[in-house]
């Protein structure tokens, strides 16, 4: 196919910090590659999110956001600085974490791949970090109300790590099928030996699901093992498949190791929906200098692409996707990069670059 007669509607939510200058860079990327593959156009709709919409809707993710993108195919999320909120904003889920949870977005699934020009600490790294998204250890996933964390008297602090047999049944699935579409190795990151219950079922379902990808070389290591072997050799490894905040501490830890966090992409997924969100922070120490790098917002949308292909049988967005990531790995290549890497080009101008690079003008 090549292209769909409706235009795809992506909501557009820019976020805290650098959101409003990285993911206007990617924007004008996903149009320079859709136009050079001869997809059809997207339906941009932008929609209030952080700390204006707080201002402006008084709250950081309005209930007509959620609204509105129900009704999109999919959206890009900007970074969002919620420890910066006032109260009660402050302590409330924030932004990414109340639409993951309203929408269902089980899998985070997390590249860290390694290209020439962009300073990899384990040059060939080539990795995916499928990361499961609504349990585990981060608290603010794992109840119906509230949060999951409580403090009993002013001295305790309790927070509930939950990890069930169906979540991690579809993480598991997920897993394996990237595995099997890639080098078919996975790998499991667990804490068994200590969280015998918790992370011993994660590993275990894993390893049970993996009997139905005979196909898919499966291994398996505790987290704080997980963190050496990274370091040391990174390019070892395929997919990697683990719970939430390990999950969270791996994939920022691989994405240095490709060579900086700022090129750590990431989408956010259920089996119909799926999220656009960079690996890294809002950065506030850098915002509105126009020299944060957008690789990793750029890419993400190009993940975005690559899953909304896949979902339509879309072939053209498929191909959107992939000049994308050539687009960005040439104009590394060629020296062309943000101050964080080593160069002095800016935000708007490496997007600008790209997409250059993209429509071959």
Same mark, same amino acid.
């Given at each position: ?261 700022? =090129? &750590?992409?990431? $989408?956010?997924?259920? !089996?119909?929906? /799926? @999220?656009?969100?960079?690996?890294? +922070?809002?950065?506030? #120490?850098?915002?509105?200098?126009? =020299? &944060?790098?957008? $690789?990793?917002?750029? !890419?993400?949308? /190009? @993940?975005?692409?690559?899953?909304? +292909?896949?979902?339509? #049988? ?5 191909? &959107? ?41």
């Amino acid at each position: 196919m090549t292209g769909h007669a409706t235009p795809l509607r992506l909501g557009l939510l820019e976020g805290d910090g650098i959101g409003p200058e990285i993911v206007p860079a990617a924007v004008a990327v996903v149009d320079a590659a859709l136009a050079a593959t001869g997809a059809t156009p997207v339906d941009w709709v932008p929609l209030p999110l952080g700390r204006s919409a707080i201002d402006t809707h008084g709250s950081p993710i309005p209930a007509s956001t959620l609204d509105a993108l129900a009704e999109t195919d999919a959206w890009l999320l900007g970074p969002h600085d919620s420890a910066a909120y006032p109260e009660p904003y402050r302590s409330q889920l924030n932004p990414s974490g109340t639409i993951r949870k309203h929408f269902g977005l089980f899998a985070n699934i997390r590249p860290a791949k390694a290209f020439e020009g962009a300073k990899a600490i384990v040059p060939g790294t080539d990795l995916v970090i499928v990361r499961e998204n609504t349990q585990g250890f981060y608290a603010d996933r794992n109840t119906f109300a509230g949060t999951g964390e409580f403090m009993p008297d002013a001295n305790t602090a309790i927070a509930m790590g939950i990890i069930t047999r169906d979540a991690v049944e579809k993480i598991a699935r997920s897993a394996f099928e990237l595995a099997r579409s890639r080098r078919g190795k996975l790998t499991i990151v667990h804490k068994a030996n200590v969280l015998r219950l918790t992370t011993g079922l994660f590993r275990d379902v894993c390893r049970e699901i993996g009997q139905e990808f005979p196909e898919v070389e499966v291994d398996d290591f505790h987290i704080d093992a997980m963190t050496v072997h990274l370091v040391r050799r990174a390019d070892a490894f395929d997919v990697i498949v683990t719970e939430n905040m390990f999950g969270d501490i791996l994939s920022d830890l691989a994405g240095e190791i490709a060579g900086s966090l700022g =090129i &750590a992409p990431s $989408i956010n997924a259920s !089996l119909d929906r /799926a @999220m656009a969100q960079a690996s890294h +922070g809002s950065a506030p #120490d850098i915002a509105g200098r126009d =020299i &944060a790098n957008p $690789i990793a917002m750029i !890419l993400s949308a /190009a @993940m975005l692409l690559q899953w909304l +292909g896949a979902k339509r #049988d879309d072939a053209a967005l498929i191909k &959107a996707a992939e000049v994308i990531e050539a687009g960005v790995e040439g104009t590394v290549a060629n020296g062309v990069v943000t101050p964080d890497m080593g160069g002095h080009v800016s935000t708007s101008g490496f997007g600008r670059a790209v997409a250059k690079t993209i429509s071959g003008s």
